[in-house]
Structures are given as C-alpha cells and as structure tokens.
C-alpha cells in the first residue's frame, strides 16, 4: 500500500507516465485553488450548472487522481477517476469551443484525450498485476503478448 522505491523507478516507462499524469494535474489545482472565481465562470460557460459545484468536484478529484497516480495508491481506481476526469475536460472544452478542436496549441483535445487515455492505461495495468499477484490469472483476464526477437 505504501509507496516504495520501485514506485519511483522512472526507467520503467509505466513509472515514467504514471508519475507525468499525476503531476500535470499539480497546475490545474492551482488555478482552481487561486483562481476560483475565474474557473467559476469557465465552467459556466462550458455549461456545467451550478458552475462552484462542478469546479469544487473538480478540485476534489484532481486532488485525488494527483495524489494517487504519483504515488501509486490505488492507481487501478485512481487511473479510471482520472480518465473520467479527461472526459469531462473533454466535453468541456468542446462545449466552451462550440465544436470539435483537435490540435492542443488551439485550446483543443488532443492533451486531454492521450492524458485520458494513458490514465485508463495506467488503471488496467495496475488490475492486472492486481490479479496476478492475488490470483495468478490476470492472463485469462487480459492476454499478455510478448515481442519476438
């Protein structure tokens, strides 16, 4: 449960993406925390009703998806809280946009989209070693393919 030095082991890519989608969010709980007012009315206008309600969920989970996805901590909930999290981004943004925006460098979907989709990585990766090494049948669960030399 608690984190151990392997948790931090950045040579392992999954480390690597895991510990990059927790910290990302440290800037966007910054915002909402020094500038409520502003997310407030950001989210009104994405159309999320009553705006404080949804800015303080908000908050409340990137707190937690920050916290759990840096420190491995229930990172098999924690990776699909995450994506869930991006999928609301996602229909936000697209709702502010008026429409489908791809490209990030225009207030876009791209990021929100890869960092949704990586969290839900992260999650099922953290299921299977969950089930191999409680059951030892994650393989039944998930297939494990192996490159060939």
Same mark, same amino acid.
């Given at each position: 449960?608690? =984190?151990? &030095?392997? #948790?931090? #082991? +950045?040579t392992n =890519?999954a %480390?690597?993406?895991r %510990?990059?989608?927790?910290l !990302?969010y440290?800037p966007?709980?910054?915002f &909402?925390?020094?500038? /409520?007012?502003?997310?407030?009315?950001v /989210?009104?206008k994405?159309? !999320?009703?009553? =705006?404080? /309600?949804? %800015?303080?969920?908000a908050?409340?989970?990137?707190?937690?998806?920050?916290?759990?996805?840096?420190f491995n901590?229930?990172?098999?909930?924690? *990776?699909?809280?995450?994506?869930?999290?991006?999928a609301?981004? %996602?229909?936000g943004?697209l709702?502010? &946009?008026g *429409?489908?925006v791809?490209?990030?460098?225009?207030?876009?979907?791209?990021?929100?989209? /890869?960092? *949704?989709?990586?969290?839900?990585?992260?999650a099922?990766?953290?299921?299977?070693?969950?089930?191999?090494?409680?059951? *030892?049948?994650?393989?039944? +669960?998930? =297939?494990?393919?192996?490159?060939?030399?």
């Open positions: 449960m608690f =984190p151990s &030095k392997n #948790d931090f #082991d +950045i =890519p %480390v690597a993406v %510990v990059m989608a927790g !990302f440290i966007h709980i910054m &909402k925390l020094t500038g /409520f007012a502003g997310a407030v009315a /989210f009104g994405m159309g !999320f009703q009553p =705006p404080a /309600f949804w %800015v303080s969920l908050l409340l989970t990137e707190i937690l998806c920050a916290i759990g996805l840096t901590l229930y990172t098999r909930y924690v *990776g699909f809280m995450s994506a869930g999290t991006m609301f981004a %996602v229909y943004t709702a502010l &946009k *429409g489908m791809w490209m990030w460098n225009f207030g876009g979907i791209e990021y929100l989209v /890869f960092w *949704g989709v990586a969290s839900a990585a992260l099922i990766q953290a299921w299977r070693e969950t089930l191999a090494n409680e059951t *030892g049948f994650a393989r039944l +669960i998930v =297939p494990v393919t192996h490159a060939h030399a």
